[in-house]
């Protein structure tokens, strides 16, 4: 089964920048789409990011519209979601998962990394 590790968390000024990569490992992604969940005490934002990795095609929540990109290395089995102009709001745990294709639920989570946005 696929295995996911994230990285690329930590503290961070507000309006700068952090790349969060996700590796994958252990089976083939060519069917799932791969999203960032961030998860913070009180708040439920979903989905912020996600790409599918065969057509590579991307989903932007609109808070992070304009602020946040997602790409992904089928050579490497890495996804990455690239922040920008980072906001305190912005803090949580990430968490990279991924979706079957036409599946509702993400139903492999890495382990999450945490990121500390401060004003």
């Known amino acids: 089964q696929v295995q996911l590790v994230e990285s690329g968390g930590g503290p961070v000024q507000a309006g700068g920048s952090l790349r969060l990569p996700c590796s994958a490992s252990g089976g083939a992604l060519t069917n799932y789409a791969m999203g960032w969940i961030p998860q913070a005490p009180g708040k439920d934002r979903g989905v912020v990011a996600a790409i599918t990795w065969s057509e590579g095609r991307t989903y932007l929540a609109d808070s992070v519209k304009g602020r946040f990109t997602v790409s992904r290395d089928d050579v490497r089995k890495m996804g990455y979601l690239q922040m920008y102009s980072v906001k305190p709001e912005d803090t949580a745990v990430y968490y990279c998962?991924?979706?079957?294709?036409?599946?509702?639920?993400?139903?492999?989570w890495g382990q999450g990394t945490q990121v500390t946005v401060s004003s």
């Open positions: 998962a991924l979706k079957f294709r036409g599946a509702n639920e993400y139903t492999r």
